[in-house]
């Protein structure tokens, strides 16, 4: 069975969520191999991809409060303003 070594390059504060991870595992390669793979085999992004990805926003100090412009009172009819807020969102 031949070998080929190939590297790559990690940024100590913007991959530090990958090299945590890297030092909890016993054999490297080997959970490199597998996250590869599984990342190979998905189709699509999944509930989990959603959240780990919002996660990682509110890590990084994003509220969606502080995001989104406030809209002025006069910018939406009464009965449309009355119709969103019934719906409990």
Known sequence: ???LTITFVLDTVR???ILHWLEGQE???AAIREAIRAHLGRS?????DVYEA?????????????????AAASDE???VAAALDSLGL
């Open 1 to 3: 069975m031949a070998r």
């Open 15 to 17: 991959d530090r969520d």
């Open 27 to 29: 054999n490297k390669s």
């Open 44 to 48: 699509g992004i999944t509930l989990a």
């Open 54 to 70: 919002i996660q990682d926003l509110k890590r990084r100090g994003w509220a969606p409060e502080a995001q989104a412009p406030a």
């Open 77 to 79: 009819p009464p009965d």
